[in-house]
């Protein structure tokens, strides 16, 4: 089993800026692809970008592609999501997981991830 930590949520203005990083223990994480999901109440968990083992492919929802991008540090065991351009439709609470890196089911099936963090919020402001 994976731990994740997510961190650096917050409140920012429309076109403003956040990074988010999600800490992993437990599991090597060169062996894990990793990938960010958000969520508001009520609603599924929205796929918002994925990374590979050893960050070498990225793939995002069509809503962030141009603002958004994830990256990973192996040698520390972190993935990364820096939004740039932020809107308020970007609000949600954001949740990194984790997989198998081997794994070939849908990148965008939440169910596919077997480890999630406890997520953090991101709200931006109009």
């Known amino acids: 089993q994976v731990q994740l930590v997510e961190s650096g949520g917050g409140l920012v203005k429309a076109g403003g800026s956040l990074g988010l990083s999600c800490a992993a223990s437990?599991?090597?994480?060169?062996?894990?692809?990793m990938a960010w999901f958000r969520r508001n109440p009520g609603n599924e968990r929205e796929f918002v970008a994925h990374?590979?083992?050893?960050?070498?492919?990225?793939y995002y929802a069509e809503s962030v592609k141009g603002r958004f991008t994830i990256s990973r540090d192996n040698a520390n065991n972190t993935a990364r999501l820096q939004m740039n351009n932020l809107r308020p439709e970007d609000s949600a609470v954001y949740y990194c997981?984790?997989?198998?890196?081997?794994?070939?089911?849908?990148?965008?099936?939440?169910?596919?991830?077997?480890?999630w963090g406890q997520g953090t919020q991101v709200t931006v402001s109009s």
């Open positions: 997981a984790a997989r198998n890196m081997y794994s070939v089911s849908d990148i965008n099936d939440p169910r596919t991830y077997y480890d």
């Open positions: 990374i590979n083992g050893n960050g070498g492919t990225t």
């Open positions: 437990g599991r090597t994480f060169s062996t894990m692809s």
